[in-house]
């Protein structure tokens, strides 16, 4: 185990940079893909299913999400005017790469549903549009979580199994409480129910990266992200435990929406300060890779002196 | 025009295995250069003779015009630390060698060259002004020997200096590179890597995907930047500006193969003259990145220089992350069916 070691560093410095990404963009901009990715789905089935109001709802969500998504990614980049330059070339090393890729069409294609909607015309285009916005709307819950997770920081990569879950949760709560509180109850079932499955999966994932990762689990308890995540589950639940009444009462669901909003972008907010917190302690990079180090040159000395005895 | 980039080597099928992570004998032409291209050069800084002139930090400097910057990458501004020598503090953006300063209060058993406090070596003058070791001095001593500089003139206790001269490891299998979504990093026919400035649009991936802290954003710029190994002087024929500068041939420049044979050759005198502590890293090619272009020989544990001690790239994960993404987006997609199925309302 990681506690037995010493821990030296260098003046107290960190060993890798923490991340350059600004707070709120970047945490909103994984929030508003993630809601906008379920939504897409959401809005996909209901116009299937002949749920016109939902479809709206879904549709407008996703559209808003996606643009808004891609608003706060561009503001991030140290150069702005070079966004396209994402689209220079398709990476699968690159979560990032991907993503725009996944982002770029997904966008595109909600915004145009979106517009159908608000213009009430081009029936037939809006269903096209809206089925191929449902198929990136899954990897859009998802891509994100990759993106985090493929950095050197501790707290982030070591919940790099856990984290694609805590999003897709998070995205179908957000999706789904948003929708909800925003569709006359007849029509909201669907959307009450991915709600709760949402926040079920947000939950439970969240604890197992809060929980199943030793030292690096840390962040995610204490200080700032520790406090995040904490108002988050508390939302999460309560607006997960509202939609049993939101079938029943149009407060119940917008409250119930609200809250299961809230809870997704705190979680967000949440898990990006936790990776901060374990990039700037060089105790997060140091402990769990000397442990490693230590283990792999215990094992070596074993083998060797397993086979001097065996020679 | 798109294209599928040569960093995604691991996804078109061939030679697998290595593609992520773990030995590749000739990265150069794994990533598309014809088989005439130069051989891989790196470093070797071999940190046993490094003075702490800095002349390395300011050949870089001047050479690749490097702006001004404190410890913390604030430009234009003038800081000291307080961290002994160190007031360039971490590699960054305009810091592409960084001298890193570590003073050690330890028992004379000390296997360097050492150098005691004024008058203790002869034993004569009684020591008045004990050596000030700054109180977070890193060391793999023992913390009661670390916080109990010598007090007494016996003698018994010697400051050692360690002094290692950073720089971008310019790794087998470069995390930098692979995640960067631009293409921007690219692979040299040096077997180098290289941000592209004009292409760069500051997204900042590259950041924290360094498993060594190399890269980082310049503030009032947007753009990353880190050491090219000096790229444009390697296409003239010279050496790294750094390398030039060394007065102590601390840093070595030269073929990779030819500079591993050199520094296992100084490793094995060093440890016959019974230096303990010495080391090489980065060399090891089944290490976490497939071995480093720029490597060290070290006389403490890499986390005192502030070295990761065990460094992986990320990317060595992305598969399982990717498999994570994938299941995650399908049961986004089937549950939220499910939600629509059998029911009127
Ligand atoms: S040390 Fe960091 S910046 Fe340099 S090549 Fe390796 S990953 Fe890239
Ligand atoms: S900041 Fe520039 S070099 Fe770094 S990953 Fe982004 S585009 Fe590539
Ligand atoms: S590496 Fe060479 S140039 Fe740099 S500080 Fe050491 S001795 Fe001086």
Not at chain 1, 90 to 118: D, E, M, N, Y
Not at chain 2, 4 to 28: C, E, H, K, M, W
Not at chain 2, 150 to 167: C, K, P
Not at chain 2, 272 to 277: F, L, N, P, R
Request: glycine share 10%; aromatic share 6%; net charge neutral.
């Amino acid at each position: 185990m990681v506690d037995e070691v010493e821990f030296t560093s260098y003046y107290g410095r960190p060993i890798i940079k923490p991340p350059v990404w600004k707070t709120p963009d970047v945490p909103l901009y994984l929030f508003l893909g993630g809601a906008a990715g379920s939504s897409a789905v959401l809005g996909a089935l209901a116009e299937g299913t002949r749920r016109p109001a939902l479809a709206r709802v879904a549709h407008l969500t996703a559209g808003g999400g996606a643009l808004a998504s891609v608003a706060f990614l561009i503001h991030d980049l140290g150069r702005p005017s070079r966004f396209l330059n994402m689209l220079r070339v398709l990476k699968t090393t690159s979560p990032l790469s991907v993503g725009s890729w996944i982002l770029a069409p997904f966008s595109a294609l909600t915004t145009a549903t979106a517009g159908a909607h608000l213009l009430g015309r081009f029936p037939l285009l809006r269903r096209f549009t809206g089925a191929g916005a449902a198929v990136l709307g899954g990897p859009m819950t998802t891509y994100t979580a990759a993106l985090l997770a493929d950095t050197a920081v501790p707290s982030w990569h070591e919940a790099h199994r856990e984290l694609p879950v805590v999003f897709a949760g998070s995205a179908m709560a957000a999706g789904g409480g948003i929708t909800t509180a925003l569709t006359p109850l007849d029509e909201a079932g669907p959307a009450r129910r991915v709600a709760a499955m949402g926040a079920a999966i947000e939950l439970a994932a969240m604890h197992r990266v809060e929980h199943g990762h030793g030292l690096v689990s840390e962040p995610y308890r204490t200080g700032r992200a520790g406090k995040l995540l904490k108002t988050a589950r508390a939302c999460t639940a309560t607006g997960a435990g509202l939609t049993l009444l939101a079938g029943r009462s149009r407060t119940a669901a917008a409250v119930s929406g609200a809250l299961l909003a809230v809870g997704s972008v705190l979680t967000r907010f949440g898990v990006f300060d936790a990776g901060m917190a374990s990039a700037k302690d060089p105790r997060y990079t140091v402990e769990p890779q000397r442990a490693r180090a230590r283990a792999s040159e215990a094992a070596a000395s074993r083998a060797a002196a397993g086979s001097r005895r065996g020679s | 025009m798109t294209a599928i980039s040569s960093a995604s080597a691991a996804f078109r099928g061939q030679d697998r295995g290595n593609r992520l992570f773990g030995p590749v004998p000739d990265v150069t032409g794994d990533r598309g250069y014809a088989d005439d291209h130069p051989a891989r050069v790196g470093f070797f800084t071999d940190t046993s003779v490094c003075i702490g002139c800095k002349a390395c930090e300011v050949a870089c400097k001047e050479w690749n015009l490097l702006p001004m910057d404190d410890a913390e990458g604030t430009v234009d501004a003038l800081g000291l630390t307080g961290a002994s020598y160190d007031n360039t503090g971490m590699l960054g953006a305009n810091s592409w060698r960084h001298v890193a300063f570590v003073e050690q209060s330890r028992a004379v058993d000390l296997p360097m060259p050492t150098v005691g406090p004024p008058g203790a070596a002869d034993g004569q003058r009684p020591l008045e002004d004990p050596p000030v070791v700054h109180p977070q001095v890193p060391a793999s001593a023992t913390t009661a020997e670390q916080s109990a500089p010598s007090q007494t003139a016996s003698g018994d206790r010697e400051i050692r200096w360690l002094m290692s001269s950073d720089v971008c490891k310019h790794c087998t299998h470069a995390a930098c590179l692979d995640v960067c979504p631009t293409g921007s990093l690219f692979r040299t026919e040096f077997g180098t890597v290289v941000v592209q400035e004009d292409i760069c649009n500051g997204c900042g991936y590259c950041v924290p995907a360094c498993p060594y802290g190399v890269i980082d954003q310049r503030q009032d710029d947007g753009r990353v930047f880190k050491c090219t190994l000096c790229y444009d002087r390697l296409t003239d024929g010279l050496q790294p500006a750094c390398a030039s500068a060394c007065p102590t041939e601390s840093i070595q420049f030269g073929d990779l193969d030819a500079l591993q044979a050199r520094a296992d050759q100084r490793l094995a005198a060093l440890q016959e003259k019974g230096v303990e502590g010495a080391r090489l890293y980065g060399r090891d090619e089944t290490d976490g990145v497939g071995g480093a272009g720029a490597f060290f020989l070290l006389l403490d544990e890499p986390e005192v220089y502030g070295l990761p001690p065990d460094p992986v790239v990320t990317t060595r994960d992305l598969p399982a992350m990717w498999r994570s993404v994938g299941a995650g987006a399908a049961m986004v997609l089937g549950l939220i069916a499910s939600a629509f199925v059998g029911r009127r309302r």
